[in-house]
């Protein structure tokens, strides 16, 4: 068990740009989600996949935010169009089954937007 | 709607002193609580959670956590702190119904040796 890993932990872009995050989550969990962390705030959610199929997305996850988890493995995040709103720490976290279990969080993928 | 509330943004104690950190939640319905610790450049980590049973929890580190369900508080505490402890915490709730967790804005524990 190598935990929940992210790539890259770093990413700065300029605005307008595309950016793709991915998520790699504890092997036998199918359960995987994405949260947002800005500065000074508790993470956010956005959305969550029980193996391939995305279950539910925040009112947070605008048009320009796509996630995917293809084969129910890893999963991406990609931003279109990047704003400096988008600036910040995005988690991914992953668990075995249903909402009392717990979730293990990734170290993040921090975003600054120039 | 649930949220949660954590109303200390920042606490310091010395070391060897005892902590409690407030937490209180708003949710219809039996809530799951869990208490996350978050250091500097390291994912956050669970610490204890309650969804069940008896409503005092123990977790890792020394630390427990009170569910009151008549004052909506699920408080954490430690009878006496290390310096390792200086990190933000986050108290989250989730429910039966829905698998995302609610994350308070967190308190950050500072720590004199």
């Known amino acids: 068990d190598t935990g929940v890993s992210q790539d890259p932990r770093h990413k700065i872009t300029k605005r307008g740009q595309n950016v793709t995050f991915r998520c790699d989550p504890i092997?036998?969990?199918?359960?995987l989600y994405w949260y947002r962390q800005t500065l000074g705030q508790g993470p956010e959610f956005l959305t969550y996949?029980?193996?391939?199929?995305?279950?539910?997305k925040s009112r947070l996850l605008s048009d320009r935010f796509s996630a995917e988890r293809p084969k129910g493995s890893f999963s991406t995040l990609e931003i279109q169009r990047t704003e400096q709103g988008d600036s910040a720490m995005y988690l991914c976290?992953?668990?075995?089954?249903?909402?009392?279990?717990?979730?293990?969080f990734g170290p993040g993928t921090r975003l600054t937007v120039l | 709607a649930q949220s949660v509330t954590q109303p200390d943004i920042h606490i310091t104690v010395s070391e060897g002193a005892s902590l409690e950190l407030r937490c209180n939640y708003s949710?219809?319905?039996?809530?799951?609580l869990f208490w996350y610790v978050q250091s500097p450049g390291q994912g956050l980590q669970l610490l204890l959670k309650?969804?069940?049973?008896?409503?005092l929890v123990q977790g890792i580190k020394g630390f427990e956590a009170e569910f009151k369900r008549s004052q909506s508080s699920f408080n954490l505490r430690k009878p006496s702190v290390h310096w390792s402890d200086a990190a933000e915490y986050f108290c989250?709730?989730?429910?039966?119904?829905?698998?995302?967790?609610?994350f308070g804005t967190g308190t950050r524990l500072q720590v004199f040796p």
């Open positions: 996949f029980q193996n391939e199929a995305q279950l539910e």
């Open positions: 309650y969804f069940s049973g008896d409503t």
């Open positions: 949710y219809g319905a039996t809530p799951y």
């Open positions: 092997s036998e969990h199918n359960r």
């Open positions: 976290a992953s668990s075995l089954g249903r909402s009392h279990n717990e979730q293990f």
């Open positions: 989250a709730v989730g429910s039966y119904n829905t698998d995302k967790l609610i």
